[in-house]
């Protein structure tokens, strides 16, 4: 069974949007893009390095995909995985693309995620995404986040919880904290959330 995985940049207000550059996604009038770069160090170099070199197909929203299409089949040298990866796009509007191999499934999401999750091939890493992550979140297909907090603020912009999020725990698998101070954490789900009352020791 394949694992879906949302690996995600994001700052200490939850915020997903445009880290990777300025024009990457102005929607809602959203002015910081970029905000990534500047923290970037060795120790998340070698860790997007790791996760990158493993096997994985990709699932990702249409935004998202859009975003990535118009960048990374120009810059295969970078990260060869990205264009060898079997990318699924949810999308309505779209069907096809020339960056291949690519799959556009529109219609019920939960349904297409299920069986892509039954499947046998590598997991399935989302990054972005942030609508799509919603609608997952919201039917439990999400297994694991691998997380990079950046030590910043920006007060608005696409968030990663949101009215998707349900009630669930989750397990440290891993982690790091690089020299310019990113968060970089890996947490897998871990059944139901408990609740008990704290006792005075």
Do not use: C
């Not at 990535?68 to 796009?89: F, I, L, N, R």
């Not at 009215?163 to 698998?173: L, S, V």
């Amino acid at each position: 069974m394949r694992k879906v995985i949302a690996l995600e940049f994001v700052t200490l207000d939850g915020v997903i949007q445009a880290g990777g550059g300025p024009e990457e996604d102005t929607s809602g009038g959203f002015k910081y893009g970029g905000w990534q770069d500047p923290y970037s160090d060795h120790v998340l170099g070698t860790v997007m390095k790791k996760q990158m070199s493993m096997p994985f197909d990709l699932l990702l929203g249409r935004t998202t995909f859009d975003i990535w299409e118009s960048y990374w089949p120009y810059h295969v040298d970078q990260w060869p995985s990205v264009s060898t990866a079997t990318k699924y796009v949810a999308s309505n509007t779209r069907t096809s693309s020339q960056w291949q191999p690519s799959v556009f499934f529109g219609g019920d999401i939960t349904e297409k995620v299920s069986q892509l999750k039954q499947e046998s091939g590598p997991n399935l890493h989302v990054y972005g995404s942030a609508h799509l992550l919603q609608t997952l979140m919201k039917h439990d297909l999400v297994d694991a986040f691998w997380l990079k907090i950046y030590p910043l603020t920006l007060g608005s912009g696409k968030k990663l919880f949101t009215d998707g999020t349900i009630p669930a725990a989750f397990k440290m698998t891993e982690s790091h904290i690089s020299p310019n101070g990113i968060i970089i954490v890996n947490y897998e789900r871990a059944g139901a959330v408990t609740a008990a009352t704290i006792s005075a020791s």
